[in-house]
């Protein structure tokens, strides 16, 4: 049996949320990473990038608070019999039924949990019309139909009277998506924090190479700047013009 939900739509951090679908930790070092656009498995910014450029062509072009991309999960439950491969060809399926080859996405199966599940991004900007991605009330139900449709034709459970929503399911999911959220956020942020840290570092560095390169410079024309004055001073002194040493200290102490 498999389930279909709808995670928080991308708003901000298109490479972020694309990082973390094909993190290779999760998914078998992204053996079996999806994009029906690419052959790339590992680099999110390369995989965000042609999403963002078909982004830019819609007509109001990429605004603030507008919808990058949507985030599906496809799990399975953990008592059905299917292995990663079949998860990840299910999922595949699942986005290419409901994008109708009009949208890249990227499709990757985790098994770092006790289930089988698949996490897919949808680019929202239809890559031959230009025009974004628009959901109604029924598109969730529509996607879930299509995938217990796929189950069927597998072999696998299908819920065929799923329960009424309640308002305590209601309560229920929507803890679980902020449980969910609330991880992804402390992820996200702890990846961001490695990241600017490494930033930093680098920075850092560079920075400190630059101040001791000045530095030595600064010292070495201090060195050059007092031996013209002291050398002449000394041998002033070592001739026995006595007063002559005294001018020459004060004219070099008036220039300094």
Not at 8 to 13: L, S
Not at 98 to 114: A, C, E, F, L, W
Not at 129 to 154: F, H, N, P, Y
Request: proline residues 3%.
């Amino acid at each position: 049996m498999a389930v279909v939900k709808l995670g928080n739509k991308v708003k901000t951090n298109l490479p972020d949320m694309i990082r973390y679908v094909i993190n290779p930790e999760k998914n078998d070092g992204g053996r079996l990473v999806y994009a029906s656009y690419s052959s790339e498995r590992h680099d999110a910014n390369m995989l965000a990038e042609p999403m963002i450029r078909d982004l830019e062509r819609c007509a109001n072009g990429l605004r603030k608070d507008g919808v990058l991309a949507l985030h599906l999960k496809h799990s399975f439950s953990p008592d059905e019999h299917v292995n990663a491969e079949q998860v990840h060809e299910l999922g595949v399926m699942l986005t290419e039924a409901i994008t109708g080859g009009d949208y890249k996405y990227v499709v990757s199966p985790h098994m770092d949990r006790h289930h089988l599940h698949n996490h897919i991004v949808i680019c929202a900007a239809n890559r031959r019309t230009g025009r974004k991605m628009r959901l109604t009330r029924r598109s969730i139900d529509q996607w879930r139909a299509v995938s217990d449709e796929l189950c069927r034709r597998e072999g696998l459970a299908v819920l065929e009277n799923p329960k009424v929503e309640t308002a305590e399911s209601r309560v229920r999911d929507e803890r679980e998506r902020l449980k969910n959220e609330r991880k992804r956020i402390r992820e996200d942020i702890a990846e961001q924090v490695e990241r600017e840290s490494e930033r930093m570092r680098r920075r850092l560095k560079e920075s400190s190479d630059r101040q001791c390169e000045r530095d030595k410079r600064i010292l070495f024309a201090l060195c050059l700047g007092v031996c013209s004055a002291v050398v002449p001073m000394f041998a002033v002194v070592m001739q026995g013009r006595w007063q002559a040493f005294a001018d020459s200290l004060l004219d070099w102490l008036r220039r300094t």
